[in-house]
């Protein structure tokens, strides 16, 4: 599809923060349970309290629609031909549109699963290597915040490693503070030691 170049960047901008916006774990979580995960646990919309919240069955739905959004962001410029940056700005839009979704007054969650998504579409070998290193500290922790807080702080590393051009490297290390600020609470609770771990209120 041949486009204007500052249309196809205006596009696949719009459309990667209106599918962030979809608020997959409410939807997912009030179809099935008729609970809202804004309602208890962290009162986030996230994989993590909505499994906290609404049980397994939301919380998978919810991870696979919150990874999906960033992908297909993601892919969606990659069809429009927009380069890397184009690709980039679009899967970044996407976490913005799921941490300050349109659909509920602009909160909403800490953008981890779409982050993956968005990783995962950019190059699957540094999607799969952050989704590693999550879960690996999950399961050494039991920490949800601490395996993201990690994973995505050390996802520039692996991007110099794998792609060292400038743009990728910035674009990462942005991604990450999108990711981090999100997580200030948790941080804070994770040094006074009274973040919750996975399994427990």
Same mark, same amino acid.
Do not use: C
């Given at each position: 599809?041949?486009?204007?170049?500052?249309?196809?960047?205006?596009?696949?901008?719009?459309?990667?923060?209106?599918?962030?916006?979809?608020?997959? =774990?409410?939807?997912?979580?009030?179809?099935?349970?008729?609970?809202?995960?804004?309602?208890?646990?962290?009162?986030?919309?996230?994989?993590?309290?909505?499994?906290?919240?609404?049980?397994?069955?939301?919380?998978?739905?919810?991870?696979?629609?919150?990874?999906?959004? =960033?992908?297909?962001?993601?892919?969606?410029?990659?069809?429009?031909?927009?380069?890397?940056?184009?690709?980039?700005?679009?899967?970044?839009?996407?976490?913005?549109?799921?941490?300050?979704?349109?659909?509920?007054?602009?909160?909403?969650?800490?953008?981890?699963?779409?982050?993956?998504?968005?990783?995962?579409?950019?190059?699957?070998?540094? =999607?799969?290597?952050?989704?590693?290193?999550?879960?690996?500290?999950?399961?050494?922790?039991?920490?949800?915040?601490?395996?993201?807080?990690?994973?995505?702080?050390?996802?520039?590393?692996?991007?110099?490693?794998?792609?060292?051009?400038?743009?990728?490297?910035?674009?990462?290390?942005?991604?990450?503070?999108?990711?981090?600020?999100?997580?200030?609470?948790?941080?804070?609770?994770?040094?006074?030691?009274?973040?919750?771990?996975?399994?427990?209120?």
């Amino acid at each position: 599809m041949n486009l204007n170049p500052g249309l196809a960047f205006f596009i696949v901008i719009l459309t990667g923060y209106l599918a962030g916006s979809i608020p997959f =774990g409410v939807i997912f979580s009030r179809w099935m349970t008729r609970i809202d995960p804004r309602d208890g646990g962290s009162r986030n919309i996230g994989f993590t309290n909505v499994l906290r919240t609404a049980g397994r069955a939301p919380a998978v739905l919810t991870l696979m629609g919150d990874l999906g959004k =960033g992908y297909l962001a993601v892919r969606f410029a990659q069809s429009l031909s927009v380069g890397e940056t184009g690709n980039w700005l679009a899967g970044l839009a996407a976490v913005l549109g799921h941490n300050y979704p349109v659909f509920l007054s602009f909160k909403g969650g800490k953008g981890v699963a779409t982050g993956l998504g968005v990783l995962y579409s950019i190059q699957p070998l540094l =999607g799969w290597m952050t989704v590693i290193l999550w879960g690996a500290t999950v399961l050494l922790s039991r920490y949800s915040s601490l395996g993201a807080i990690v994973a995505f702080g050390v996802s520039p590393l692996i991007v110099l490693f794998l792609h060292p051009a400038l743009l990728n490297v910035l674009f990462s290390l942005i991604l990450t503070g999108l990711i981090l600020i999100r997580h200030t609470g948790n941080i804070q609770r994770l040094r006074a030691g009274t973040e919750p771990k996975i399994g427990r209120a």
